[in-house]
């Protein structure tokens, strides 16, 4: 080889050095395309809602995209998201938000699915500063740490089930209720608790029993047979899916009279599919529903959404799919209004989002929570053994009237 | 701590009935494990997989139209092949070699079941309605979901039918025989083989039976097996191999214990109390062991 051809090769590999370092420190917007991060459950035990989420995720993405996409200093760009499973693991999710971080270059993130892991996610996001607008982690103690990189479009869990007591409260003539109680030992089932705690204080209710539910568990027959004793106003359960259930199907089997039963995660256990008219009368926390009169351009209505939704993927979506999609709204919204791919020019802006999304208002509070939207009620209602959702609280959304008290299981047919 | 179960004497009476039905079923778990403990000298981690496994056999059939009380005859079946194939892949490299060897083996059984069924049946919780009502007793206050009667009364059944099965077939006196002196059955011409086979797979179709009546019982979900694999060892663990009147009893008894704890100490403390009776109870065996000379190594 001559010297020409040696300087010749030295050239080039000097020249695609410099090229692959390049795109490589600006991977964050890679030509057209902003490139957000997420860590997403698509195994494991949150194989379901993980799936749900993403679905939510790409639908956002394929719709902004279509519809002009992003722009900033008169250029548009698309949204493309680079994915990793977690596999439902909250040590894993923490090291594939750093993999995405450092190794792919990416400077805006999406949320992973539940509380859990959005807590291991949220420490590495805030240390390298890194804008992360997530969907689906709603336990309280993400928003009291202080995280000024973390916003969540979502209601915090401890507003899940308070409009229920308010209600129990008011169907008693104002006066406070006894409540029993059973939650999950997690962090989100637990956030819950803490709001029914302060509800029960701030209406002078009374609380006779309070059970923590184990994870592993799937037997809640003793704390039924202790509500049964003490009759108590309004049975208030949260564990996931699992504790939605087995509280249904135990409620039906052992009889238990109550006068409202307050829950959450209805929808996501497809309780009234399951359970048929064992679970009709139970009353659901959820973040939205597709008859809510929200609207955005992007998808126009709820019930817009969830057709298109539906011929997308094939189900009805779940609140988990919409939020995700509201979380791209977000972020549009966020780099219009920025202007600029600057970390902390887009982090300002969304400290100062205040939107209207097809999944409700977005208005982000000092810990980053959604201080716009409030959480809805809905009861299951069945016409024969057809059962459906109605939103029956707050009153401004309702579409039907709630229905108290739940008559006795024998005089139920 | 709650004391109410004392100043209500029903609930007692709920917490009994509640307790015994749930220990039934447990102890035809407990069988299953003792059987293939005895025989092959294997714990098998897996154990409470298997039986989720079966109840997902018993909810697919429910799925399809079929009424799910028919996965107590179905589910075993398929289950009994599902552990003779696991059995010829896996168990067998195993058999003879150290306890430790098998407890790790089983336990990467039950990861790769547990991904398999999330794989396949998803990672929602799921349900099978068997709609057979209530029985109520006295004036109400006392609820028996009828599910959980038919449930202890299957398990009752089967067992029944497994111990006669043991002591008069063919294939029975040569498990049994293989159990107390692998080698010498071996040479008096039982093939030792086949009939771990044939253990290791009715013990999964005894799993198969639990998890169907699990799935019209209970819930079913691709992670909770582990609580079942514990509660089995330990009935076993208290009622020694090989004794099934005391695996019965054990197994009530786990199931009464369970239900007091949670009324008790409340129900976080459910699962909990179950672990640290194994604690003690092995603590206890050790320290009965360490009494007897001729145990002493």
Same mark, same amino acid.
């Given at each position: 080889?001559?010297?020409?051809?040696?300087?010749? !090769?030295?050239?080039?590999?000097?020249?695609?050095?410099?090229?692959?370092?390049?795109?490589?420190?600006?991977?964050?917007?890679?030509?057209?395309?902003?490139?957000?991060?997420?860590?997403?459950?698509?195994?494991?035990?949150?194989?379901?809602?993980?799936?749900?989420?993403?679905?939510?995720?790409?639908?956002?993405?394929?719709?902004?995209?279509?519809?002009?996409?992003?722009?900033?200093?008169?250029?548009?760009?698309?949204?493309?998201?680079?994915?990793? *499973?977690?596999?439902?693991?909250?040590?894993?999710?923490?090291?594939?938000?750093?993999?995405?971080?450092?190794?792919?270059?990416?400077?805006?993130?999406?949320?992973?699915? #539940?509380?859990?892991?959005?807590?291991?996610?949220? +420490?590495?996001?805030?240390?390298?500063?890194?804008?992360? !607008?997530?969907?689906?982690?709603?336990?309280?103690?993400?928003?009291?740490?202080?995280?000024?990189?973390?916003?969540?479009?979502?209601?915090?869990?401890?507003?899940?089930?308070?409009?229920?007591?308010?209600?129990?409260?008011?169907?008693?003539?104002?006066?406070?209720?006894?409540?029993?109680?059973?939650?999950?030992?997690?962090?989100?089932?637990?956030?819950?608790?803490?709001?029914?705690?302060?509800?029960?204080?701030?209406?002078? #209710?009374?609380?006779?029993?309070?059970?923590?539910? +184990?994870?592993?568990?799937?037997?809640?027959?003793?704390?039924?047979?202790?509500?049964?004793?003490?009759?108590?106003? !309004?049975?208030?359960? #949260?564990?996931?899916?699992?504790?939605?259930?087995?509280?249904?199907?135990?409620?039906?089997?052992?009889?238990?009279?109550?006068?409202?039963?307050?829950?959450?995660?209805?929808?996501?256990?497809?309780?009234?599919?399951?359970?048929?008219?064992?679970?009709?009368?139970?009353?659901?926390?959820?973040?939205?529903?597709?008859?809510?009169?929200?609207? *955005?351009?992007?998808?126009?209505?709820?019930?817009?959404?969830?057709?298109?939704?539906?011929?997308?993927?094939?189900?009805?979506? +779940?609140?988990?799919?919409?939020?995700?999609?509201?979380?791209?709204? !977000?972020?549009? *919204?966020?780099?219009?209004?920025?202007?600029?791919?600057?970390?902390?020019?887009?982090?300002?802006?969304?400290?100062?989002?205040?939107?209207?999304?097809?999944?409700?208002?977005?208005?982000?509070?000092?810990?980053?929570?959604?201080?716009?939207?409030?959480?809805?009620?809905?009861?299951?209602?069945?016409?024969?053994? *057809?059962?459906?959702?109605?939103?029956?609280?707050?009153?401004?959304?309702?579409?039907?009237?709630?229905?108290? +008290?739940?008559?006795?299981?024998?005089?139920?047919? | 701590?709650?004391?109410?179960?004392?100043?209500?004497?029903?609930?007692?009476?709920?917490?009994?009935? @509640?307790?015994?039905?749930?220990?039934?079923?447990?102890?035809?778990?407990?069988?299953?494990?003792?059987?293939?403990?005895?025989?092959?000298?294997?714990?098998?981690?897996?154990?409470? @997989?298997?039986?989720?496994?079966?109840?997902?056999?018993?909810? $697919?059939?429910?799925?399809?139209?079929?009424?799910?009380?028919?996965?107590?005859?179905?589910?075993?079946?398929?289950?009994?092949?599902?552990?003779?194939?696991?059995?010829?892949?896996?168990?067998?490299? /195993?058999? @003879?070699?150290?306890?430790?060897?098998?407890?790790?083996?089983?336990?990467?059984?039950?990861?790769?079941?547990?991904?398999?069924?999330?794989?396949?049946?998803?990672?929602?919780?799921? %349900?099978?309605?068997?709609?057979?009502? $209530? $029985?109520?007793?006295?004036?109400?206050?006392? $609820?028996?979901?009828?599910?959980?009667?038919?449930?202890?009364?299957?398990?009752?059944?089967?067992?029944?039918?497994? %111990?006669?099965?043991?002591?008069?077939?063919?294939?029975? &006196?040569?498990?049994?025989?293989?159990?107390?002196?692998?080698?010498?059955?071996?040479?008096?011409?039982?093939?030792?083989?086949?009939?771990?086979?044939?253990?290791?797979?009715?013990?999964?179709?005894?799993?198969?039976?639990?998890?169907?009546?699990?799935?019209?019982?209970?819930?079913?979900?691709?992670?909770?097996?582990?609580?079942?694999? /514990?509660?089995?060892?330990?009935?076993?663990?208290?009622?020694?191999?090989?004794?099934?009147?005391?695996?019965?009893?054990?197994?009530?008894?786990?199931?009464?214990? =369970? =239900?007091?704890? @949670?009324?008790?100490?409340?129900?976080?403390?459910?699962?909990?109390?179950?672990?640290?009776?194994? %604690?003690?109870?092995?603590?206890?065996? &050790?320290?009965?062991?360490?009494?007897? &000379? =001729?145990?002493?190594?």
């Amino acid at each position: 080889m001559n010297k020409i051809a040696k300087l010749f !090769v030295t050239f080039i590999s000097a020249i695609t050095l410099a090229l692959v370092s390049f795109t490589s420190s600006f991977a964050k917007v890679e030509g057209e395309y902003i490139v957000l991060g997420s860590a997403i459950s698509l195994t494991g035990k949150y194989s379901s809602n993980g799936v749900h989420t993403q679905n939510g995720y790409n639908m956002a993405v394929d719709r902004i995209n279509k519809m002009g996409g992003v722009e900033v200093q008169g250029k548009k760009y698309k949204f493309e998201i680079i994915y990793y *499973d977690d596999e439902s693991n909250p040590k894993r999710a923490a090291q594939l938000a750093e993999r995405l971080i450092k190794q792919d270059g990416v400077h805006y993130m999406l949320g992973p699915y #539940s509380s859990g892991l959005t807590k291991a996610i949220a +420490p590495v996001t805030e240390k390298y500063k890194i804008p992360m !607008v997530e969907a689906n982690g709603a336990s309280r103690s993400l928003f009291t740490k202080g995280y000024k990189y973390l916003f969540a479009v979502l209601s915090p869990a401890n507003q899940y089930l308070e409009v229920a007591i308010d209600l129990a409260v008011e169907k008693n003539g104002g006066k406070g209720v006894k409540i029993a109680q059973a939650f999950e030992q997690d962090a989100f089932s637990q956030d819950v608790r803490l709001g029914i705690l302060d509800a029960a204080k701030r209406t002078g #209710s009374e609380i006779i029993i309070d059970d923590k539910l +184990p994870k592993e568990l799937n037997d809640m027959a003793a704390t039924l047979a202790k509500v049964k004793a003490v009759k108590p106003d !309004v049975l208030v359960v #949260s564990g996931h899916t699992k504790g939605a259930l087995t509280a249904i199907r135990q409620i039906s089997e052992m009889k238990v009279d109550v006068p409202m039963l307050a829950m959450t995660h209805c929808d996501a256990a497809k309780l009234s599919k399951q359970h048929g008219k064992k679970s009709e009368f139970a009353l659901c926390a959820s973040q939205w529903h597709k008859n809510l009169s929200y609207k *955005d351009k992007f998808f126009g209505s709820g019930k817009k959404y969830a057709k298109d939704f539906q011929k997308e993927f094939g189900y009805d979506p +779940p609140y988990q799919s919409a939020e995700s999609s509201a979380a791209l709204l !977000v972020f549009k *919204d966020a780099f219009e209004r920025a202007n600029s791919f600057d970390r902390d020019a887009v982090r300002d802006a969304l400290v100062d989002t205040e939107m209207q999304t097809f999944y409700g208002n977005i208005k982000f509070g000092p810990g980053g929570q959604n201080v716009a939207k409030p959480m809805i009620l809905f009861q299951v209602r069945c016409k024969g053994d *057809d059962c459906e959702n109605r939103v029956v609280a707050p009153t401004k959304w309702a579409s039907d009237k709630f229905y108290h +008290p739940i008559p006795k299981w024998s005089d139920r047919s | 701590m709650d004391f109410l179960i004392f100043k209500a004497p029903m609930l007692m009476v709920q917490a009994s009935l @509640d307790g015994i039905l749930l220990g039934i079923l447990f102890a035809l778990i407990a069988y299953g494990m003792a059987l293939q403990w005895g025989v092959m000298n294997i714990i098998n981690i897996a154990q409470g @997989d298997l039986v989720i496994l079966g109840g997902y056999i018993a909810y $697919t059939i429910y799925l399809w139209g079929i009424h799910p009380a028919w996965g107590v005859i179905i589910s075993p079946i398929i289950m009994f092949f599902v552990g003779w194939a696991l059995y010829k892949l896996v168990i067998n490299k /195993v058999v @003879d070699r150290d306890l430790f060897i098998s407890i790790l083996a089983t336990f990467g059984i039950a990861i790769v079941f547990q991904q398999l069924m999330n794989f396949i049946f998803g990672a929602d919780v799921v %349900v099978a309605q068997s709609e057979y009502g $209530t $029985t109520m007793l006295f004036d109400n206050s006392v $609820t028996l979901p009828n599910s959980k009667i038919f449930s202890a009364f299957i398990s009752v059944l089967y067992a029944i039918a497994l %111990v006669i099965y043991m002591r008069k077939s063919k294939l029975g &006196r040569a498990i049994r025989a293989t159990a107390q002196n692998a080698r010498a059955a071996k040479i008096l011409g039982v093939d030792t083989e086949k009939v771990y086979a044939a253990t290791f797979g009715i013990n999964a179709a005894l799993c198969g039976i639990a998890g169907a009546l699990i799935s019209i019982t209970l819930t079913l979900h691709p992670y909770v097996g582990l609580p079942y694999t /514990v509660r089995s060892f330990m009935i076993v663990i208290v009622a020694g191999l090989g004794n099934l009147p005391a695996v019965a009893v054990s197994g009530m008894g786990l199931g009464l214990f =369970e =239900e007091f704890a @949670d009324y008790i100490l409340g129900t976080e403390f459910r699962i909990g109390a179950v672990f640290l009776l194994l %604690v003690l109870i092995l603590v206890y065996r &050790r320290f009965k062991l360490s009494k007897k &000379r =001729e145990y002493l190594k």
